[in-house]
């Protein structure tokens, strides 16, 4: 903050002559600093951020920017309803809540993108009668009583110089008493303009702020100094002018597309240091933040996004108005991610979903992820070529030759089972001391998965799943006919060593 100072130095210079009074300086020096500074203030992103802020639950919003900029160029509002009341009982903030009419009257706040203008403005007016005198009076008072400012005259005081000072006294004794009449008229106009200037800056600030500056003054004392009432005497009613003109937050309507194509209006909530806006959209799970949707969703935004482009045309075979695959994917999602009830999964703030329609959803994405991503997305590399090119890649990132995959095992937690004559319950409880199952995972040199195997519980050593696992047979089928010799995927400690299993020696 402290850098912002330094340009305005030239205005607080001391000059020993001056040519005008306290009140003038007071107008082209006090006034102008103050108004500069205030412009450069609202104006510098890094004391103050952007002059309007759009969130979600966080910072991070795809269509963050272009909302800042609408809100900006259009302004924003707040209902005259809602200025009476009690904050967080009759309506969330002043002037911020529900239309309580269709014809609800709107206090338009449109003046927040025009503030550092008018303020940048208004120091060119207040400067304006000081450059006409400074440029009318040439410096000729200076001239006179250049070093003539001490009790003791200065050695640069010469002679000529007190005989030139001498010889313009005496020309304009001879010449008579009204040959500066122009130079005293012309300060006087300056003084005017001054008075003028104030005066005018008094309307033109009541007619940028929409007729609220003249009376401003006065309602906020009365306001403040206004005696408080019973809380039972209902019919009084009192405004804050503070919160009528100067809101702390305002609303906002937005128009949107969503994901279908269908036109969104959407109300938002506008809290302000010049404006930041609070929005959320209700209709759109993916109108949250990266850390939040992540957090419910146990996916990034773009993943999800790619698995409901994958299972569209799966899942979108209901009727015209059923549930929209994106909301089928992330109520699965949720649920397959945090577990808990169906109902508390649907009746979530981002879904809103009935407990039979989330088990619907849970059948029809299971069913889809199986048929779509199972089969034809996890696929072990079988030609020569996919195994070539795995092999490749596996060499270029650390070296290591020959390598189709790397394998390991980890625990899926579930709920604890049924126990039966066949599976008890016990054999799904871990050494990590839950309830899993021991899932087998291989993946390529591009973290994509190529192979897995969920059909054991969580008891079962990591070995133990290998060996009943189909992969294993096909790798030592493969070794025995010469298709796969001196290829082989890696394991940890976990494993045993194999001719196509290469584990750590120690």
Known sequence: MIDLLPPFRSFLKYKSVCTDNNVFRLHYKITVIMLLMFTVMVTSKQFFGEPIHCMSESDENNDKDAINNYCWIYGTYTLKSQLVGIEGKHMAYAGVGPSKTQNDEQIKHTYYQWVCFVLLGQAVMFYIPHY??????????????????????????????????????????NN????????????????????????????????????????????????????????????????????????????????????????????????????????RDHSNPFDVSAEVFTKLYRLSKRTAHFLVECLHQNLNRQRQHGIPVHIKVLASLHFFGHGGYQTTVGQGQYLGLSQPSVSKCLQEVADAIITVLLNGMVLF??????????????????????????????????????????????????????????????????????????????????????????????????????????????????????????????
């Not at 940028?208 to 019973?230: D, E, K, M, Q, W």
């Open 176 to 279: 008579g008493a009204n040959t500066h009449n122009m130079y005293a008229l012309r300060f006087a106009f300056c003084e005017l303009l001054n008075l003028l200037n104030v005066i005018g800056q008094i309307f033109l600030l009541d007619l940028f702020l929409g007729g609220s500056f003249r009376n401003y003054g006065t309602a906020v004392a009365a306001f403040t100094h206004s005696p408080r009432l019973p809380a039972d005497m209902t019919d009084f009613v009192s405004v804050n002018p503070m919160d009528r003109y100067f809101p702390k937050l305002t609303k906002c309507w937005f128009r949107s597309y969503g994901p279908s194509g269908s036109l969104q209006l959407k109300d938002r909530l506008a809290a302000r240091r010049i404006a930041h806006c609070h929005i």
């Open 381 to 506: 590399p079988e030609t020569e070529e996919e195994r070539a090119e795995n092999k490749q890649r596996f060499l270029q990132i650390a070296r290591f030759p020959s390598v189709l995959g790397l394998i390991d095992c980890s625990q899926i937690s579930i709920v604890r089972p049924k126990d039966t004559a066949l599976v008890p319950a016990r054999l799904f409880f871990n050494r990590k001391g839950f309830y899993s199952l021991n899932c087998q995972f291989v993946c390529n040199a591009k973290m994509e998965i190529i192979h897995f195997n969920a059909t054991f519980p969580g008891s079962t050593h990591d070995a133990a799943v290998w060996q009943g696992s189909s992969l294993s047979q096909l790798l030592e089928t493969n070794y025995v006919n010469g298709v796969s010799a001196g290829e082989w995927l890696l394991g940890d400690s976990g494993y045993a060593q194999l001719p196509w299993l290469m584990t750590p020696s120690c």
């Open 132 to 173: 006409l005198w400074k440029s009318w009076e040439g410096g000729r008072l200076k001239d006179l009583a250049e070093n003539l400012n001490c009790p003791i005259v200065t050695n640069h005081w010469t002679e000529q110089r007190r005989d030139q000072l001498l010889a313009y006294f005496n020309d304009l004794n």
